[in-house]
């Protein structure tokens, strides 16, 4: 993933957060702790974040932003979404060891809440025509293939995944 130049500070505490979940437990670790593993203080910690759990929030903004910014099609055909899911998951399983790390702490309920956020905020701006609950029908969706294929090592192919996604959706 690159990092703005503006942002390096953030990417450290996002390095140190992980890099503590995968040697202690995520309520063990305190901001005293991340601050001190990313090189900075506790007030320049304060400045980005306000708690732990924003840090896993910014980490997963970055991805979407990052992944949303090297999109350059409007999908208009099935063959066209199946594209976009292959896409999705190939990002979500480059990043399977911090979620693997989120799933151990019990934190996907973070995952949970932040693809509920960013489907409702899409229906409202691109689909509001649309039922108030087919936002969550495709976040419940996501989060559930994904933790299902986490679970299973990310071994499913993503082509067959996404097809599956796909015509779910279509038919």
Same mark, same amino acid.
């Given at each position: 993933?690159?990092?703005?130049?503006? %942002?390096?500070?953030?990417y450290? #505490?996002?390095q140190?957060?992980?890099?503590?979940?995968?040697?202690?437990? &995520?309520?063990r !670790?305190?901001?005293?702790?991340i601050? +001190?593993?990313?090189?900075?203080?506790?007030?320049?910690?304060?400045?980005?974040?306000?708690r732990?759990?924003? !840090? !896993?929030?910014y980490?997963?903004?970055? !991805?979407?932003?990052?992944?949303?910014?090297?999109?350059h #099609?409007?999908?208009?055909?099935? %063959?066209?979404?199946? *594209?976009?899911v292959k896409?999705?998951?190939?990002l979500? *399983?480059?990043?399977?060891?911090?979620?693997?790390?989120?799933r151990?702490?019990k934190?996907? +309920?973070?995952?949970?809440? &932040?693809?509920n956020?960013?489907?409702?905020e899409?229906f409202?701006?691109?689909?509001?025509? *649309?039922?108030?609950?087919m936002p969550?029908?495709?976040?419940?969706?996501?989060f559930?293939?994904?933790? *299902?294929?986490?679970?299973d090592?990310?071994?499913?192919d993503?082509? %067959?995944?996404a097809?599956?996604?796909?015509?779910?959706?279509?038919?």
């Amino acid at each position: 993933m690159e990092w703005a130049p503006e %942002e390096y500070t953030r990417y450290y #505490i996002v390095q140190a957060l992980f890099r503590l979940m995968s040697e202690y437990e &995520y309520d063990r !670790i305190s901001v005293t702790d991340i601050a +001190g593993k990313a090189g900075v203080g506790r007030a320049t910690f304060y400045r980005y974040f306000k708690r732990k759990e924003d !840090i !896993i929030i910014y980490y997963f903004e970055r !991805i979407k932003n990052n992944f949303v910014f090297s999109q350059h #099609i409007y999908p208009r055909c099935r %063959e066209d979404y199946v *594209k976009l899911v292959k896409e999705i998951l190939y990002l979500f *399983k480059e990043n399977k060891e911090y979620l693997r790390l989120l799933r151990k702490a019990k934190l996907d +309920g973070i995952y949970l809440d &932040y693809l509920n956020k960013r489907f409702v905020e899409k229906f409202q701006s691109e689909f509001s025509d *649309k039922s108030e609950y087919m936002p969550y029908i495709y976040s419940g969706m996501l989060f559930n293939l994904s933790m *299902k294929w986490l679970d299973d090592d990310c071994r499913q192919d993503m082509t %067959e995944l996404a097809e599956l996604v796909v015509d779910a959706i279509y038919k």
